[in-house]
């Protein structure tokens, strides 16, 4: 059974905490192992499903029937979860996910551990990093559970599967074709763009990031169009920015980069280059020089919310 396929069975999924503040976390994503403590309760009872024996276990150690019963509940969640159970936890702002053995086994000091199949992933099928903020926080809150285990949601437990398996809502594909369709349209406006206009554009998206610009933009300063400090950052930036431009140019301005060394980071804007991009980037050897195109240009844009304002300039 392929790993897609193996999501279409899922009917429960279960989250762990890995330890006391995720103490086991590490060794458990290491060794690709479950792991809980509870090392005071007798393995061959949870095996037996004893529950009653385990949770007057609880009890005889000091907890109130209330706790020894949420207790008793979580370790049988943790004895019985079969093959198609889907686990995940948190770790380092991204969410872990694995399918387990069914084997309960203990070691040494007889906390019981389950052993992972295969192992812990914090990747979507596709190979994207399954990061905490980039989650709805339906899924996410079951970080805040004191206990050891708790199951998740069915709604959550979808949506769960969906971003692992990179699924997407029609509402969400249709969100998306209307933005690719917005960003195309914005690169033909953006390439009939003025000099100066273009020269605006470029510094109020810079300045939407945080940069802060030191001097005037464009007109008669010699060689660099916009030089730029970050204020959290302390960098330093130089951006040149140009409608029409060829190789040749591009190479002389990186030749002029390359002696200004009191700059972090180089910026070689273009809306009508000749040639394709590949070319530029061809010839780009600084690792600190980024090529920005037409189609980069509109990205920002949109994300600093400047698209009536290039409206305005080509109407």
């Known amino acids: 059974m392929g790993i897609k396929e193996k999501f279409n069975k ?15 976390v590490k060794e458990c994503i290491e060794n690709n192992i479950l792991k809980i403590g509870f090392n005071n309760i007798d393995h061959d009872l949870c095996l037996q499903n004893e529950w009653e024996k385990v949770r007057d ?4 150690y000091g907890h109130s029937k209330g706790v020894a019963t949420n207790f008793t509940n979580q370790v049988k969640k943790f004895y019985q979860a079969d093959k198609n159970v889907l686990w995940i936890t948190f770790h380092n702002q991204r969410l872990y996910w694995c399918f387990s053995e069914n084997k309960v086994s203990t070691q040494e000091d007889n906390s019981k551990i389950r052993n992972v199949i295969g192992e812990w ?17 339906h899924l996410t809150r079951t970080q ?3 206990g050891t285990i708790c199951p998740i949601a069915e709604e959550a437990k979808n949506y769960l599967i969906k971003k692992i398996k990179v699924e997407q809502s029609n509402s969400i594909k249709e969100v998306e074709e209307s933005l690719g369709t917005l960003k195309d349209k ?5 390439e009939t763009l003025h000099q100066n206009d273009l020269e605006i554009l470029v510094d109020l998206i810079f300045r ?24 959290i ?31 972090d980071r180089f910026f070689y804007v273009m809306s009508n280059p000749q040639g394709s991009p590949e070319q530029y980037m061809a ?3 600084m690792d600190n020089l980024n090529l920005y195109f037409s189609d980069k240009i509109a990205e920002l844009a949109i994300n600093a919310g400047l698209i009536d304002w290039i409206l305005k300039k080509v109407e």
């Open 233 to 263: 950052t302390g960098e330093t930036a130089v951006v040149q920015i140009k409608c029409d431009t060829n190789l040749n140019e591009f190479i002389e301005y990186k030749n002029i980069f390359t002696e200004m060394p009191d700059y």
């Open 144 to 146: 805040g559970f004191q």
């Open 57 to 60: 276990s609880f009890i005889k």
């Open 283 to 285: 010839k780009n050897d």
């Open 10 to 24: 899922i009917e429960k999924a279960l989250y762990i905490k890995l330890g006391r503040g995720g103490e086991f």
């Open 186 to 190: 914005l690169i033909l406006l953006i």
């Open 208 to 231: 939407g990031g945080g940069w802060q610009r030191v001097g005037a933009v464009g007109g008669v300063q010699e060689d660099i169009d916009l030089f730029l400090f970050h204020p």
């Open 121 to 137: 992933s914090c990747k979507d099928l596709e190979e994207g990093i399954l990061l905490s903020n980039n989650l709805g926080g």
